[in-house]
């Protein structure tokens, strides 16, 4: 009827502008980045961080957190885990939109081309959201929003190929076996 054809020409004029993902690139200087060594999972004293500690470091940079403990923020006085290196240059680049699997797998392969010549990194991440009020989680359950909708997976690929895989998400929702 009427309201299809409605809809139809809403959507032709319109879902292209709404598919195009936005993409945003940064640059950090001098950022304290944890030492990591891809077959320590539990991080030792002076040598490697965990990673836990490592997932907590993401969650501040991602957010623009300062990672030096200033008793005068009032955000926060977090500090990188030790031990830890300071990197000249690192770059941050946020993907926003509806991306299919196939898209991040093509993402992920393009990343593993920085360790090729000259080998500059040692380790990078891939980090996925879903949105948080997303109604669908994985495997069969509904994604229960409660109080964070937490819903995410992260890729650290180190530069021997090793990779690690961490996933979150909510106390009510199912994680994949």
């Known amino acids: 009827g009427a309201e299809g054809s409605t809809l139809m020409s809403y959507f032709s004029k319109n879902q292209i502008q709404a598919l195009k993902p936005?993409?945003?690139f940064s640059t950090l200087r001098d950022l304290q980045c944890p030492v990591l060594q891809s077959n320590d999972l539990q991080g030792k004293p002076e040598e490697s961080c965990s990673t836990?500690?490592?997932?907590?470091?993401?969650g501040a940079v991602f957010n623009q957190v300062s990672?030096?403990?200033k008793s005068s923020s009032f955000l926060s006085t977090y500090c990188c885990p030790e031990p830890n290196t300071v990197v000249e240059k690192a770059f941050l680049c946020t993907i926003t939109g509806f991306i299919i699997p196939e898209k991040i797998i093509q993402l992920l392969e393009q990343l593993c081309c920085y360790f090729g010549e000259p080998k500059l990194a040692y380790w990078l991440t891939l980090t996925v959201h879903g949105?948080?009020?997303s109604p669908v989680s994985w495997r069969e359950s509904e994604h229960g929003f409660h109080k964070g909708g937490e819903n995410l997976y992260n890729f650290v690929i180190f530069r021997n190929l090793d990779y690690w895989l961490q996933m979150a998400v909510g106390a009510h929702d199912d994680c994949p076996p």
Not at 52 to 58: C, V
């Open 22 to 24: 936005k993409i945003t």
């Open 52 to 58: 836990e500690e490592l997932f907590e470091w993401l």
């Open 67 to 69: 990672l030096d403990n």
């Open 131 to 133: 949105f948080a009020d």
